[in-house]
């Protein structure tokens, strides 16, 4: 994968973004499947990022990066193209919105009335066989990193906690300030991480 700039070269010149100079998202038009990998950039401009396996059907891939160069220098962008992955695809149908999920032994709990493009105060929280969660390891410089794709167009939004990170004890309990761009239901996959371990819980909110 290459990013090309304005005058139609590849782009070699990128900030560092929570610890990363490109975030690249997968994600399955069904809001099924999802993937979020940090590619490595060659002196040719050249990403390259190993994936897992993409399951049939339509996706949907999204760069996230801030150039070092150029008119947009310093502007946060996200480029995004749809894919077809062949062979016999089935839909799966999204879960309706809840204020819970459980992921790996953890259970996510979301607190907030979401109103489409104005900002909402979202809680997120972590517990584990009914205690709350206090050893969150920093992932990507926060305690949790919050990616959101919109059940229909697939619009993308990109959230971090307003908590101040301060070694690995994060948690139990996360604030988002959130403003999301359309109205109806948000797939939100929440990455934290534990013991050196990534854990991706996924949960369905809706924004009115």
Excluded: C
Excluded at 40 to 69: I, K
Excluded at 98 to 127: C, E, F, Q, W
Excluded at 177 to 202: C, D, I, K, P, Y
Aim: glycine share 8%; net charge neutral; hydrophobic share 35%.
């Amino acid at each position: 994968m290459t990013t090309t700039g304005p005058a139609g070269k590849p782009v070699t010149s990128f900030a560092v973004e929570q610890t990363k100079r490109l975030h690249f998202y997968a994600i399955r038009s069904d809001l099924t499947d999802f993937q979020h990998v940090h590619p490595t950039l060659a002196s040719n401009g050249t990403w390259t990022a190993t994936l897992a396996a993409l399951r049939p059907g339509t996706w949907r891939l999204y760069a996230s990066f801030v150039p070092n160069t150029g008119p947009a220098i310093g502007q946060q962008i996200v480029l995004s193209r749809a894919i077809s992955v062949p062979g016999r695809s089935v839909a799966t149908t999204v879960p309706a919105p809840s204020p819970s999920t459980r992921v790996d032994g953890y259970t996510v709990t979301v607190i907030g009335h979401l109103m489409a493009n104005k900002p909402s105060p979202l809680m997120v929280t972590i517990t584990k066989e009914g205690r709350p969660v206090t050893d969150l390891q920093p992932y990507l410089d926060t305690y949790a990193h919050l990616t959101a794709f919109h059940e229909g167009d697939l619009a993308f939004a990109h959230l971090h906690p307003e908590t101040k990170v301060d070694g690995d004890h994060g948690g139990p309990t996360l604030p988002f300030h959130v403003e999301m761009s359309r109205s109806g239901n948000w797939r939100l996959f929440l990455q934290f991480q534990t013991s050196g371990t990534v854990h991706t819980a996924a949960i369905t909110v809706h924004a009115s």
